[in-house]
């Protein structure tokens, strides 16, 4: 009986545990149309709005590279948590207000690297750089960089 008593308590122990991975999750950040002043930090995130700038809390551009205002769509990450994580997905371009034109799309990888621990979000690593390679077909290839905006 104290035996079943003691496994079960080391059980609950072990569950409530968080692991790991869930301690150190790593976030991108991305701009929020709706709320410029709030952007959002999401984990492995499967939509990315970059480049809005509508204020100084949103992503903004690496010195010395190009950026642009897209969407990025449809994102499977591979290596997220670690020093560079990439992704496979679609870009689109998108309004001041979030809006993806779906008629203006296509293929793009991307890539996230530099994680930060950041004290105003909670001191959690903030993937610190993103860069987005596209085009090709019928448009233009391009190669645009963001970073988080002034907070992070």
Known sequence: MRRAILSSLVTV???SVPSL???RQHYMECDRPSSPYYPALLAHPATCILGLGASGYDVGPVNGHP???IILRKLRWRGWGTFSARA???WCN???SGHAYLNQ???VRVQVWEPENVQPAGDVPIYQRT???GGGGVWQPF???WQPGTDY
């Open 21 to 23: 991975a869930q301690a």
């Open 143 to 145: 190669d645009v960089w």
């Open 13 to 15: 122990a072990l569950l």
């Open 105 to 107: 799309c296509g293929a």
């Open 88 to 90: 496979r997905g679609q």
């Open 67 to 69: 950026t642009a205002q």
């Open 131 to 133: 860069r987005a390679i």
């Open 94 to 96: 998108v309004s001041n």
